[in-house]
Each structure stands twice: as C-alpha cells, then as structure tokens.
C-alpha cells in the first residue's frame, strides 16, 4: 500500500514529551483484509478532554474502540502496532481484557441501559467484577451524584431505567461507566440522540468528570469539539494511490483552539471551514 508521505500527523515536540495516559504507536487496524485505519500515532493526556473528529468512515470509531479492546468483540478486527495504558501493554498476552474494560470505560452513541432498575444499573459493574464496596447504596448515590443524575432519580431509584428520558439515560450510562472506578472515559458520539439542552448537560458534566477521569469523545459536532476538548485529533480518510481502498490517517493533532483557529494542514482547513466532509 501507497500513502502519500504527508499523511503522517505531526506532534508538536513540547507537546509530545508530556506523559499521556494512553499512548497509541504505529498502529494499524484492520477487519479481515481491509486496512480501516494506517499508522496512527497519539498520546491522550491524564485530565484532559481529546475530540476524535473527521468525515463519517475515516475510524473515529474504530480507534475509539481500539484504546479498550472493545474491538475484540468484533468479528475480523486486529490491531497491530502499540497501545499502552499506564505504559503497559494493554494487548499483551498475560491482559485480562475485562480489566481493561474496567478501567477505559465507554459510553455509546444510543444510550443502552440494562433493563433493570435505576439502581441495579449501577449496581451490575461492581457485583459482577465482585468489587470491595463497603455500602452499594453510598455507591451508586456516589455515581449518580458524579453524574449529576442523583437529584432527578434519588426517589425512583427501584424504577426501571427505561423510564428515564433519553439524556437522563445516558448520564445514567456514565454513572454505570464511573461506578467500577475507570481512570479514563471513551464516549462515541454521546450525544447524537439528544437535543440541545440534554447535550449542554453532558458537555457541563464532562468538564466537570475532566478533575477525576481522562475523557476521549468522538463528535461529529466541531462546535462541541471546540466547545469541550482541550485537545483534537482531526482524521481523514485517504484512498490508496494503486487499489483505491479507502483508509482512515490522522491528519493533525493539537491544542483544540490552534487546530480550530490556525490548523496546520489544509485538509484539517477544508474540513473545519465545512468545504469537506
Ligand atoms: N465491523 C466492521 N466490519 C467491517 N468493516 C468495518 C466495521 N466497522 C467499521 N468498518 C469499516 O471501517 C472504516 C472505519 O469505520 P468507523 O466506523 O471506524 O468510522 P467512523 O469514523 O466512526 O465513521 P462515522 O462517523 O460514520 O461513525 C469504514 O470503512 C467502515 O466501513
Ligand atoms: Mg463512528
């Protein structure tokens, strides 16, 4: 395969000598033969908010999945190349990938509560992972008051989740991600089912998770990359010059505002003026 040399990202040196939480090196991910994502390199900070953003089809999720081996459950997927949490290998033999889930939680575009009660939805992670909880009810209250849902719920907590409204649901889901305790949160487009006033609250409450968590989201809204992210990684998809395929690059990668207001690569420029993608 042929990619035109300045498809490599590059990452301010400063910036680079930083300590990252999730340290992604050379990485290559693939369905079967199809090659979805080439060579992305990039680290993601500790307390820091980062925004994946770039046309649909370019791995923002495939990526995004790659950092919590959720890509295992799917059929055909590998990864090669490096990722490491905490600067451990977390696709190394003696892994346990449940851990790793444990650890990098992720929340879905569609909210996906269990069927079960408010309560037990946050309850499920630390039963089944038989974590050491001196009170489950000071838990879950912890979670969901983390996730600003305690005071909307506190009286319901035995009614089914599935009763809540679509934004409270997802904050739900966030609490059901913080009530195992991860260090870092990956969110694909969390807030894509939900209106305006149900989005400023995820993107309150993100600020306000960025003290205690690492945050990686995936939008499709630039506003809201700008609007939350302390740092974005713009991604493009780039057609092989012999075969055609299609394979998701990163294109460039920095503080948000520099990438917004003075980006350094004219496909990021393209895309973000809206004349792309
Ligand atoms: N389970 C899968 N099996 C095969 N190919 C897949 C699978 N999931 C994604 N792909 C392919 O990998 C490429 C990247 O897809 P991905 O879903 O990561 O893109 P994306 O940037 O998240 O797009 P969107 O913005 O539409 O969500 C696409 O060409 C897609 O068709
Ligand atoms: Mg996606």
């Given at each position: ?19 990252s939480?999730?340290?992604?090196e ?21 307390n820091?908010?980062t ?17 919590n ?38 929340v879905f ?10 309560y ?18 000071d ?78 989201i995936?939008t ?10 302390d ?9 092989d ?9 990163l ?27």
């Amino acid at each position: 395969m042929h990619f035109r040399a300045s498809s490599a990202a590059s990452i301010p040196v400063s910036e680079a000598s930083a300590p990252s939480v999730l340290d992604v090196e050379d990485v290559n991910i693939f369905y079967g033969d199809f090659r979805a994502v080439t060579q992305v390199s990039l680290g993601f900070r500790r307390n820091e908010i980062t925004a994946l953003i770039g046309p649909s089809g370019c791995g923002k999720s495939t990526v995004l999945r790659s950092l919590n081996r959720m890509n295992d459950l799917v059929e055909g997927a590998r990864v090669e190349g490096s990722i490491r949490f905490n600067d451990e290998d977390i696709y190394g033999k003696d892994v346990d990938a449940i851990e790793v889930r444990r650890r990098i939680g992720m929340v879905f575009q569609k909210p996906n509560p269990f069927p079960k009660s408010i309560y037990d939805n946050i309850a499920y992670g630390p039963r089944v992972t038989r974590m050491k909880v001196s009170s489950m009810d000071d838990l879950v209250e912890e979670a969901l008051t983390k996730a600003a849902l305690w005071d909307e719920v506190k009286d319901k907590l035995k009614q089914s989740a599935f009763g809540l409204s679509g934004g409270q649901q997802q904050r739900l889901c966030i609490a059901r991600t913080i009530a195992v305790q991860p260090e870092v949160i990956l969110m694909d487009e969390p807030c894509s089912a939900l209106d305006p006033i149900a989005t400023t609250k995820i993107e309150d409450l993100m600020h306000e998770l960025r003290d205690e968590y690492t945050i990686i989201i995936v939008t499709h809204n630039m506003q809201q990359a700008a609007r939350v992210a302390d740092r974005t990684a713009f991604f493009t998809a780039l057609a092989d010059d012999t075969t055609g395929d299609r394979t998701g690059v990163l294109v460039e990668y920095d503080n948000t505002a520099k990438l917004f207001e003075s980006p350094a690569d004219q496909r990021t420029e393209d895309y973000i003026s809206g004349r792309f993608g």
